[in-house]
């Protein structure tokens, strides 16, 4: 079987000196165009599952005031962050910090995938945050413009893109990507904090399977089949060596046609003078 197709967009020609140029119509990349999508899911808070294309970026100067950080260096401006979850205990900090790279670069990843059946590239080389005043991300983009998709997938127009045997290929090319940030990040958290690989590697599992489940009913579709995305998802991660051993259950729910996710273990966000959240493992069911 031959390997995967890369499509990029024709070249623009340049203008001769003095001529009148056309600016023709405006083209956003396959990154832009799904990070759109995303947006469109909850228009209120449009960065919540969303990404953007940075391959502009030149990521010196400029880029670090404009506040974006490669992944890769995220994790010291994090633990220098000013958030309370910094001050409670090691465990407490451990735990919000994989739940917020865990979603940044496997859970937002999931909810495209659940959605779309579309990825994009979240390796250590391409993946870029912005951190909130807590030290938490907020926002993330991608330096390499790429969207993986199913070669059966029609897409007039979208560029660039690199065409996967079908979905399942999809998701394993999505899994490769998030793996490779995450496991060393993971093994550099531990070090800073002690707290456990294996608990960290449950959170993001849980930053993957919830969203993945409640995402498509925003987009009016079958909230079941895009929890199977994100189990499959996971699945990749096992196979690339992930400890994951919790995924959370789904809450009992009046509406037969609603899915609550249940996430397999506690963020510890309720030990920051918080309440339990609605999909903490933690809270009994009503």
């Keep these: 079987m031959s390997?995967?197709?890369?499509?990029?967009?024709?070249?623009?020609?340049?203008?001769?000196?003095?001529?009148?140029?056309?600016?023709?119509?405006?083209?956003i990349s396959a990154v832009d165009r799904l990070g759109l999508r995303l947006r469109a899911l909850t228009p209120a808070t449009p960065h919540t599952y969303s990404v953007v294309d940075l391959s502009a970026e030149?990521?010196?100067?400029?880029?670090?005031?404009?506040?974006?950080?490669?992944?890769?260096?995220?994790?010291?401006?994090?633990?220098?962050?000013?958030?309370?979850?910094?001050?409670?205990?090691?465990?407490?900090?451990?735990?919000?910090?994989?739940?917020?790279?865990g979603y940044a670069a496997a859970g937002r990843l999931a909810v495209a995938l659940s959605v779309t059946g579309q990825a994009y590239d979240t390796g250590p080389g391409s993946l870029a945050v912005r951190l909130d005043e807590a030290g938490l991300i907020e926002r993330i983009g991608v330096r390499d413009p790429t969207v993986a998709i199913p070669a059966s997938e029609a897409t007039p127009g979208l560029?660039?893109?690199?065409?996967?045997?079908?979905?399942?290929?999809?998701?394993?090319?999505?899994?490769?990507?998030?793996?490779?940030?995450?496991?060393?990040?993971?093994?550099?958290?531990?070090?800073?904090?002690?707290?456990?690989?294996v608990p960290m590697w449950n959170l993001v599992a849980d930053s993957v399977l919830g969203p993945a489940t409640v995402a498509?009913?925003?987009?009016?579709?079958?909230?079941?089949?895009?929890?199977?995305?994100?189990?499959?998802?996971?699945?990749?991660?096992?196979?690339?060596?992930?400890?994951?051993?919790?995924?959370?259950?789904?809450?009992?729910?009046?509406?037969?046609?609603?899915l609550t996710p249940v996430r397999g273990s506690c963020c510890l966000v309720f030990r920051q003078s918080k309440e339990k959240c609605d999909s903490c493992p933690l809270v009994a069911a009503v």
Excluded: K
């Excluded at 899994?175 to 060393?184: E, G, N, Q, S, V």
């Excluded at 089949?225 to 919790?246: E, K, Q, S």
């Design 216 to 258: 498509p009913r925003l987009a009016g579709l079958d909230q079941r089949a895009g929890r199977a995305t994100g189990w499959a998802f996971l699945d990749a991660l096992v196979d690339r060596g992930a400890p994951i051993h919790r995924r959370g259950t789904l809450r009992p729910s009046p509406e037969p046609d609603l």
């Design 159 to 197: 560029a660039p893109v690199i065409r996967l045997r079908d979905r399942a290929a999809v998701i394993a090319w999505a899994a490769d990507r998030a793996w490779a940030t995450l496991d060393p990040l993971v093994d550099e958290l531990h070090a800073a904090t002690r707290y456990g690989r």
């Design 3 to 27: 390997g995967p197709v890369v499509l990029t967009s024709r070249a623009t020609p340049r203008p001769r000196p003095g001529s009148a140029v056309n600016p023709g119509p405006t083209r």
């Design 58 to 101: 030149a990521f010196t100067g400029s880029a670090a005031r404009s506040g974006w950080l490669p992944v890769t260096e995220a994790l010291p401006a994090m633990l220098a962050g000013a958030g309370e979850h910094l001050c409670v205990s090691p465990a407490v900090t451990g735990a919000r910090l994989i739940g917020s790279l």
